[in-house]
């Protein structure tokens, strides 16, 4: 019989020219699904007790998820456990569903289910933040926009990099959890199929007792036992949809109706002519900074210590309140509301108007030509088109006014800085034209750490003075998780806001100035309570009696604490009543 020996490749010693080169030897191959999948089978056939432990625990957590995604409030407020002891109409309507189905489409059904259950639990927890921050839900046609001022305010907060992780969570979470959900819901619709008959009578059984609860309204810690709360969500998050695209069209025929938009220049208030007329935001400066326990009495005191100084100044001040449009935040709208005499609720709003030519009190000014009109904007650091319809031949952004001082978190420049820039560019030069300015103060902007100080006001210079201050103050990310921290700093924030205003005005002010000054809004809401009115104080202060006899009708309280049965309006009332008080005519425009 012949020897087989095997075969040895020869040793290479060297290549000669022109050998072509060994082919590489090939990667070894990924496993594949199916080598996977057989792989998975026999370590469940080893270790059968794990693998039923393993099944049984993510059996658990899927259904944990879905119910847990059907059952979930849009706010914080309701984020309770007895809202998750009760029976959600959904799961049983999917249940029957998912059993009358044949595997595929049964699958294909699971993950559609799971997959908007998904997407609502995101919208869920999206209308939680809004709710926290600008007191509304989520609007899914104009919000997404807001998604990005979030990132910015976090940036400006607590950094670039808090900015940036926050940023990819918030996605990874958005990307995740409809999923996890489509996933959960495929693994319990297989698990229905696979115990038909025990899955039909649990659903009969459980389908009565749902119908039962209702006809009885039966309830377990004061909540109904029988729910709908998934589909009332999400016919809610529709209806929010179809009303903001019927908004569209109603506003933009509200928004060419105007009373005062055909009035000539020379009939727009007359009798302010020669007069220094400033209006004046104080960033989230509401009802709550003068009501609200914690806040109220320092704040209280300096606006008694304010008044009785500008008394001894020579002026007099009236003060009410007004309804905002916005609340916690978006504080152009706000502004938009106050000066345009149309309620801008929204960002379609805000778009809508200021592309028109709807009349803003501070432009009326500016049609009368009698005065210059400026704009101080230490808020804004990039391009602001809106600077036309607001009427302003000038603004002064954050760059303009030669500001080398630090950032006090979202603020680019403290109040007192931003105030003496004004007066150095604007109010203090000699001028042929008396002046109409719109100012807009930062300081009281959340999250209100650190906050700056008062220096002496020779002391100011280029903002450099305010260094030392920034760098000892209080750190964002120790306020931002304290609630009753918040109001603290939110208290000494607008202290400072309105201690800067009146100390300008007093230094500066004259026979001739006129300060019309007010909130934007109230603070976000677990500074400003549950609850929480968007009232915001206003004040009128001049030197001349004139100006305030012509708003004696208005019943306001003097000086600059509006009493708390003082007239309350929406903001949106305030443009034709000051153009009317100072002498305006009407003449309409139609829609």
């Known amino acids: 019989m012949p020897v087989i020996t095997p075969f040895r490749r020869p040793a ?43 099944h049984r625990t993510t059996t658990v957590l899927a259904a944990a998820l879905v119910l847990g995604s059907l059952l979930l409030p849009n706010t914080v407020a309701a984020l309770e456990p007895n809202r998750f002891a009760r029976i959600p109409v959904e799961a049983l309507i999917a249940a029957v569903l998912l059993l009358c189905l044949p595997r595929v489409p049964r699958v294909v059904a699971a993950a559609l289910f799971g997959t908007v259950l998904g997407a609502l639990t995101v919208l869920n927890l999206l209308d939680m933040g809004f709710t926290e921050y600008l007191g509304r839900g989520f609007n899914l046609v104009l919000d997404w926009g807001l998604l990005d001022d979030a990132r910015s305010y976090v940036a400006d907060s607590m950094g670039g990099a808090a900015a940036t992780w926050a940023a990819v969570g918030a996605v990874a979470l958005a990307v995740l959890v409809p999923v996890l959900t489509a996933l959960a819901a495929v ?115 300096t606006l008694d210590a304010s008044t009785k100084a500008l008394e001894e100044a020579g002026f007099r001040a009236r003060s009410g309140w007004l309804t905002s449009a916005t609340y916690g935040g978006s504080s152009w709208l706000g ?57 302003l031949d000038k603004v002064y952004d954050a760059f303009d006014v030669g500001y080398e001082g630090p950032k006090f978190s979202w603020s680019t420049m403290p109040d007192q800085y931003a105030l003496e820039a004004f007066q150095r ?30 220096v002496d006001w020779d002391a100011i210079g280029d903002g450099s003075v305010f260094d030392g201050i920034e760098a000892s103050g209080v750190d964002a990310s120790d306020v931002i998780a304290d609630a009753t921290r918040s109001k ?40 400003s309570g549950a609850g929480a009115s968007r ?19 208005w019943d306001w309280t003097e000086g600059l604490k509006p009493a708390q049965d003082a007239p309350v309006w929406r903001m949106d009332a305030f443009r034709d009543r000051f153009l009317t008080a100072y002498g305006s005519v009407p003449h309409p425009t139609g829609g």
């Open 488 to 527: 603290e700093q939110y208290g000494r924030s607008v202290e400072y806001s309105l201690t800067s205003l009146t100390q300008w005005l007093e230094r500066y002010g004259t026979d001739d100035t006129v300060l019309v000054f007010l909130g934007d809004h109230q603070p976000l809401a677990r500074v």
């Open 535 to 553: 009232d915001v104080p206003v004040s009128v202060v001049a030197k001349d009696p004139e100006v305030l006899d012509a708003i004696d009708d």
């Open 187 to 301: 693994r319990l619709g297989e698990l229905l199929a696979a115990h038909r008959e025990r899955a039909a009578r649990g659903a009969l059984t459980a389908a009565t007792v749902w119908m039962t609860c209702v006809a009885l309204g039966v309830q377990t810690f004061g909540v109904p036992v029988a729910t709908r709360s998934a589909s009332a969500a999400l016919q809610a998050q529709a209806r929010r949809v179809v009303d903001t695209l019927r908004d569209e069209a109603a506003f933009a025929r509200q928004a060419r109706s105007d009373r005062f938009g055909a009035t000539p220049g020379a009939q727009l208030v007359p009798e302010l002519r020669g007069k220094d007329v400033i209006f004046t935001f104080i960033e989230s400066y509401g009802r709550s900074a003068v009501e609200d326990p914690v806040m109220a009495p320092g704040v209280g005191r």
């Open 12 to 54: 290479r010693t060297a290549d000669a020219p022109g050998t072509p080169a060994p082919e590489p030897a090939a990667l070894p191959s990924l496993p594949s699904l199916r080598s996977r999948l057989a792989h998975w089978r026999a370590w469940r056939t080893r270790r059968p007790r794990a693998a039923r432990a393993v």
């Open 425 to 454: 560019l604007e109010h203090g030069r000699e001028r042929a034209r008396p002046l109409m300015a719109e100012v807009i103060l930062t300081s009281s902007h959340q999250p209100w750490a650190p906050l700056p100080e008062l």
């Open 335 to 391: 502004h938009s509301t106050f000066l345009s005499g149309l309620w801008v609720d929204n960002q379609q709003r805000y778009r809508t108007v200021t592309a028109g030519d709807h009349l803003t009190l501070t432009k009326a000014f500016a049609k009368t030509g009698a005065w210059d009109t400026v704009g101080v904007m230490p808020g804004v650091q990039k391009a602001w088109p809106e600077a036309e319809w607001y009427g």
